[in-house]
């Protein structure tokens, strides 16, 4: 599968126009957007977590003879 083009894109948002109206889009993109954030947040400790933990154990494995 392909990537979207402009005129997908453009279909897309013409249908959610219709579907929610002019009021609620920029509702809908803000908590898209929030949503967004906090799951990049939450990778982001997720991967330093396990950074942590990987030179935790390198760490570990250095001290043993």
């Not at 990537?3 to 908590?31: H, M, N, Q, R, T």
């Amino acid at each position: 599968m392909g990537s979207l083009g402009f005129g997908e894109i453009l279909l897309i948002l013409v249908v959610a126009l219709l579907l929610f109206g002019p009021k609620k889009l920029p509702e809908l993109g803000k908590a898209a957007g929030r949503t967004l954030r906090e799951f990049k947040n939450a990778t982001r400790g997720m991967m330093e977590e396990d950074d942590d933990k990987a030179a935790a154990k390198k760490t570990e494995e250095q001290a043993r003879p």
